[in-house]
């Protein structure tokens, strides 16, 4: 099969590779780049596992190809944290037990993310609303709102200090 | 970390055990950069793709290769004939009338369900593998089909398995009590046929498998996403027919399981014999349609049930007839799960008599096997629907019936009439305290005027108990025991190596905090080390809600050992009787207030210097621990909801869930767990079905037509327990993994039919997804209460 040359910029660094038009984002993300956080739920983009965001708003990166990334912008699960520090929303999952078997977590992150960077202080009926194309198997989902809320939360707080650290 | 005292969890105290530790696991997991099976990558390694039968049932003429092999990057490609040395995927159960049919893992001359595989292709990559699996051309001669269970033992239907003349896999009887003295007393006799749907674990991980294996070493090593990595490799081992000591099987990061993954599947022969026969190591991984067609499946059984009631009110006699779907094959414990649902179908009722009757049959499907509850929710579902139904047809509040025949705490351990030995319950302060909570008396009042008004509300209760710590290994087909070996570094730090294979549960975290305990050490200290054959002593896995109650008390009496241990050398050490040694936080202390440190007596035991005569060198203790009763947690849930009669939809509007699963060792994973269950028994009450229609087509076989559960369903949970620890264990545990899916599918199912009584609606069959509710209503004895509702949107 024909390949096309392409370059995505994951998570800040630019990867150029030869691949078939037929690859999947996720693939080209997981089998090219090797970043494995990004998992193959589905691949018919109804469980929300590969969740990334495709220049800042998530997409289900089993049914957008490599080639459609071309030239754009892609954030997985490890682009978000700073070194050790994780990202608030990470951390939000780890302090209210927001994932069990974990497989689920990068993508439904990713969504929160989508969701906190529209509406920074969603309620509980937004929060389930936004999540609803991600499905999780094991929490229930209880733990998973407190999780964004958590998260939203702490997002809230750290921008009123950096307002205030400002002032 | 950030930590400002509004989280939900709390990092350092004291005692551990109880504290809402964060899980020691999740950070790899937040940041996805641990290892599922599918995110091994080793050098050379080949891509495989199963090629899967489309007919429910055929023969196979011929397989043609050959353009499948011709395409550029394809390595290999087999069938049966070529992996005849593979032997049968196995089944663990022994019965005395157990048909068991031959179970090839690549189908030889005949196919006998949509997606039994026929053939493997190996390629370089992912693509070049589905590629090459479209142009292997297979000859099927389709043959009639059998779906249904009731024609499957019909004159006149299709074998499954020619050779058995009959689709009759076995016959089990559990009675006890005299049944029919029971009925022919009774004041009333309520009968009622239900259906428990067949259903699909879906986790959202599927199957996955990669092999390697080094011929120098003769070391095979199979990274399987299972629930069983000990079990597993002594099956491959048999498979293979190779030298157990020669398999290593590595469990990595499991993202579920739900029982599904408790199985050894034709995949964990066919991949590890893969990467033997081409010399590079082979990674499988199960599409998402694959989980569907060729992962076990859940329930399936037609249940006719009669209940007699005495003229007291309380129950006196049950007799149940099961049809229980097997499928076409025996995976791991198929014919096992009706037997459960058989031992648990007394519920917490005295029953005086029982009379149950289970008949396996053969069909052109999956396999069933175990899901979340395995037996249980099919028991459960029964006992506590029918138990519904009496309370309704006698006009007796279905709380206050229930009571009347609930064993007093005081008559534990109670033995039912199937033969189990309840080891301890409160049942009547679970059910009181859910009440309170759910403000039970209020609901029946807004129940009432609301069908003045024509608003249909519903309240459901269910009070369940269930079975856990599976098992004692006389009651289990392949040992009930499990391991632990605790071991103290030569740097203080302590390795737990369990036999336990959590794949979502959080045993890093408990486990930690139960022997951080002991030892007066950091939980972040302890590295709990599971699912690698190699590392670990051989253990049974994780299922049947048995990990903490088995595995952990493992651990806990391995730790019991070590202490023995460090005592004696303390005692050495600080001149006096080990007796006299107190192990605290960080040192050990004499009676006279003399100590040493934790580190100094560590240290003593690796350069063995300084060490009593007969002292062991090292501080390690494993214990193998075999558990002298099952345990039995149980709670009551209540739910309410609010039937819209012109649509037939269900809006949940409160559900509250009071568990009592012993003592508790990690409270924010013990909700996790309850969450979690509820919302897959909410699943099965209202939206997941597996079809298969005639020609045995799976039908409802993608996320697009099976509906799991996602956020927007549900109202915030209220969750509460009661603690009655049990006495089968020095930790008091019980068991916590499958509770909320036991007891909430009745509740719900319960809640709908008491909000549709006054219609005459006495039981309609699962999924209540509207459709059916609306169904159910239009055909009822009585109309709704028209107008209401639109008046209702309209206002």
Known sequence: MKTKSIIINVNGTDRRAEVEPRLLLVHFLREVVGLTGTHVGCETSLC?????????????SCTVLAVQANGRKVTTVEGLAQGEQLHAIQNGFWEEHGLQCGFCTPGMIMCSHDLLCRNSNPSDTEIREAINGNICRCTGYQHIINAVRNASRKMNEAVTADVAATR | MSNNGKAAVENKAANWVGKKLKRKEDPRLVQGISHYTDDLKLPGMLHCVLVRSPHAHAEISSIRTDAAKALAGVVAVYTS?????????????QMPDLKVPKHPVLATDRVRYVGEPVAVVVAENLYTARDAAELVEVD??????????????????????????????????????DIDQAFKNADRVIKQRMLNQRLAPAAMETRGVVAEYLPGEKRLTVWSSTQIPHLLKTQISLMLGMPETSVRVI????????????????????????AMKLGRPVRWSESRRENFLATIHGRDTINDVELAIAKDGSVAGLRVRILADLGAYHQLLTPLIPQLTALMLAGCYKFPAIDIEIVGVFTNKMSTDAYRGAGRPEATYIIERIMDIAAHEMGMDSAEFRQKSFPQAAEFPFTTVTGLTYDSAKYQEALRKARELAEYDKLRARQKAGWKDGKYYGIGVSTYVEICAIGPSAATPAGGWESGTVRIEPTGKVTLLTGASPHGQGEETTFAQLIADELGIDPDDVNVIHGDTLAVPYGIGT???????????????????LKTKMANLAGHLLGCAPGEVTIGRGSLTAKGGKSISYGELVLSAYTARNIPAGFEPGLEA????????????FGTHIAAVEVDVETGEVKIEKYVAVDDCGNVINPLIVDGQIHGGIVQGLGQAMWEELIY??????????LMDYALPRAHFFPEFTLDRTVTPSPVNPMGVKGVGEAGTIGSTPCIVNAVCDALSPLGIRHIEMPLKPERVWKAIANAPTPATAGTSSARRNA
Not at chain 2, 141 to 158: I, R, S
Not at chain 2, 548 to 555: E, L, N
């Open chain 1, 48 to 60: 929300g596992a590969c969740t990334v965001l495709l220049d800042g708003r998530a997409v289900k």
């Open chain 2, 81 to 93: 004939t070529d992996a005849a040395a593979i032997g049968m995927v196995p089944c663990a159960i």
């Open chain 2, 140 to 177: 099927y001669h389709p043959l009639p089909v059998v779906t249904d269970m009731e024609k499957a033992l019909g004159n006149d239907t299709p074998f499954v398995h020619e050779q058995f003349k009959s689709n009759k896999g076995f016959t089990h009887v559990l009675k006890n009590g």
């Open chain 2, 251 to 274: 469990a990595p990061e499991v993202g579920g399981g739900f029982g599904s993954k408790l199985n050894v599947y034709g995949e964990e022969g066919i991949i590890p014999w893969l």
């Open chain 2, 543 to 561: 299922f049947g809600s048995r990990a903490t109650a088995v595995g952990g008390t493992a651990a806990y009496l391995a730790t019991q050992k």
């Open chain 2, 622 to 633: 494993t214990h193998f621990f075999e558990p002298s009763n099952f345990t039995f947690p």
């Open chain 2, 693 to 702: 229609n005639e020609d045995g087509q799976l039908v409802t076989g993608s």
